[in-house]
């Protein structure tokens, strides 16, 4: 069964994130079965919610009627029983429950995250940038503070530092996709950056606002700046390994945003990513941010301009029962 689920959780992120697949080879081993196992929850909660397999819409000629909200409050309940104890018969929350009960997840960051799927069934609007990054919390900061547990981390400070690379990878991931979340009806972009450019919410995806939404997708990858540099501080708590490979990550994920931000109006062409060679330069240059963070003796000060991750007493832990439910970009911290 070890074996099976080992094997399962591999093939998802092979599938479901090329970039964050090889990033992960560079974890120890103990650390890389507990990513991937993570990793497959994720896109198993992210899928189900959306009536998906692996991010795709699954070939049918009559698909069945799609109850997002009834799916959520079952991944909720099963969610409930994992940590409970429970046999778990689904390969994805057989590989959670591993995974949360061996490395002591708080029950809290799960639910958490499940709460990010609400916004999208709830159809949820942000206004402000804020809003944005509330969203970016609830499906890519507190995976980010998921992984940290799995890499031994209990501190507050470096606890922060992961949910920025989370917030991070989030506004990159935002930027790339903002034509084809319109074309399905999701904007996560701040309607008030959107009322500045000009651009009505429901004509986002009209080529005839390409070069204005470039501007506002630049905006949004510069925003993000502050949180991958915040995220660097963190990587001297972590095993040298780890660091390695969340130096990487950091590296390819920030690329992207380049890359998006120099297409300009043709950002959205096709969509953006990083070649092998490009690849590969990275994963060097994250080993030598690795090895340079061995080197110091304190962390910097976060900026206190940052946006925060709610405080443990204040954050929107949903209830395992009941409730309303949905999402899409749940994976998208670890799926590039």
Not at 78 to 89: C, L, S, V
Not at 243 to 250: D, E, G, L, P, V
Not at 286 to 293: N, T, V
């Amino acid at each position: 069964m070890s074996e099976a689920l080992m094997q399962h959780a591999t093939q998802t992120i092979e599938v479901g994130s090329k970039s964050f697949a090889a990033a992960a080879k560079l974890f120890d081993a103990e650390t890389r079965r507990g990513v991937l196992m993570l990793y497959a929850w994720c896109r198993h909660c992210d899928d189900v919610v959306d009536g998906q397999e692996l991010g795709f819409v699954p070939a049918a000629s009559a698909p069945a009627p799609h109850d997002a909200a009834r799916e959520l409050a079952l991944l909720r309940d099963q969610t409930r029983r994992a940590y409970a104890g429970e046999a778990m018969r689904d390969p994805a929350f057989a590989a959670f429950q591993e995974v949360a009960l061996k490395h002591g997840i708080e029950p809290r960051y799960a639910y958490d995250h499940l709460a990010g799927f609400a916004m999208d069934v709830e159809q949820a609007r942000y206004e402000t940038i804020e809003d944005t990054l509330r969203y970016c919390y609830h499906v890519a900061g507190v995976v980010g503070l998921m992984m940290a547990s799995i890499m031994g981390t209990r501190d507050p400070a470096v606890l922060d530092r992961a949910c920025d690379l989370g917030l991070a990878f989030q506004l990159t991931n935002i930027a790339r996709d903002i034509v084809d979340d319109a074309q399905i009806g999701r904007c996560y972009l701040p309607a008030a950056w959107l009322r500045e450019a000009g651009i009505p919410q429901d004509e986002i995806a009209l080529p005839r606002h390409r070069a204005a939404l470039a501007k506002v997708a630049a905006r949004l990858v510069d925003h993000a700046e502050p949180y991958y540099d915040s995220a660097c501080a963190g990587l001297a708590a972590l095993p040298l390994r780890s660091a390695w490979a969340i130096a990487t990550a950091r590296l390819v994920y920030r690329q992207i945003g380049i890359v998006v931000k120099r297409r300009g109006p043709h950002a959205w062409d096709e969509r953006a990513g990083t070649g092998k060679l490009t690849k590969l330069w990275l994963l060097l240059r994250g080993g030598l941010d690795a090895l340079s963070s061995r080197i110091r003796t304190t962390m910097t000060p976060r900026p206190a301009r940052l946006w925060s991750r709610p405080a443990a007493d204040s954050a929107v832990a949903v209830a395992p029962a009941g409730g309303a439910a949905g999402g899409r970009h749940a994976v998208r911290a670890t799926a590039v």
